[in-house]
């Protein structure tokens, strides 16, 4: 298996819900990711997971968060989204001496 | 801090034409260098990626890079476009070692391309 999948693959979500995007991989890798990316915009780094542990957070806000059950899966849960948080948002995942893989991503629209 | 430059935002090229998209990074150490293209409303797919080793790199679809550390250049080439090659192209450059298993990776601004018939 080569691949990172993510579901759903499109959500809609008003600005008082709670909801929660999934990714899963069984490549092995120890690293897994979160992008968040804007329309014509490149991928911006949102959480990097280090063997289930999270090793970087860009300054997120406390609206999005992270966890990492074990090391196949990875989850982004939402709550009290705002608009401007609408975005695709693509999981990824590595390890040392490969590559990134990255998923085909949720578009998420906030209303 | 690393850092990608994609000097060019759009390039038109006819179909069968070559193509060469610009990548410039800024890296403190050996970088690992990738492309990605990603097609309207989906994910990244790897292109190719550099690690070490002979600097002239092939990829998938018909696409290969050269790396140029004197010139900090990974530029991304093909020698005749496809229709279907139409999409937006991301140079990206992360840290090397095992560092690397959970290091960030940084995304230059993206070239979008567009192929005419």
């Known amino acids: 298996d080569t691949e990172v999948t993510q579901t759903p693959k499109h959500l809609v979500m008003g600005m008082t819900n709670k909801k929660s995007l999934k990714c899963e991989q069984h490549m092995g890798h120890r690293a897994m990711y979160w992008y968040k990316q804007k329309a014509k915009k490149p991928p911006e780094l949102m959480f990097v997971?280090?063997?289930?542990?999270?090793?970087i957070n860009e300054s997120v806000p406390s609206r999005f968060s992270p966890e990492c059950p074990n090391s196949s899966l990875l989850n982004l849960h939402l709550h009290a989204l705002q608009p401007e948080d609408s975005a695709l948002y693509l999981c990824?995942?590595?390890?040392?001496?490969?590559?990134?893989?990255f998923g085909s991503g949720t578009r998420l629209t906030v209303v | 801090a690393q850092s990608v430059t994609q000097p060019d935002i759009h390039i038109t090229v006819s179909e069968g034409a070559s193509l060469e998209l610009r990548c410039n990074y800024s890296y403190g150490a050996t970088p690992y260098l990738f492309w990605y293209v990603q097609s309207p409303g989906q994910g990244l797919q790897l292109l190719l990626k550099y690690f070490s080793g002979d600097t002239l790199v092939q990829g998938i679809k018909g696409f290969e890079a050269e790396f140029k550390r004197s010139q900090s250049s990974f530029n991304l080439r093909k020698p005749s476009v496809h229709w279907s090659d139409a999409a937006e192209y991301f140079c990206a450059v992360g840290a090397q070692g095992l560092k690397a298993a959970g290091n960030k990776l940084t995304f230059g601004g993206g070239t979008r391309v567009l192929v005419k018939p």
């Open positions: 990824a995942s590595s390890r040392a001496d490969d590559g990134y893989t």
């Open positions: 997971y280090s063997y289930e542990k999270l090793s």
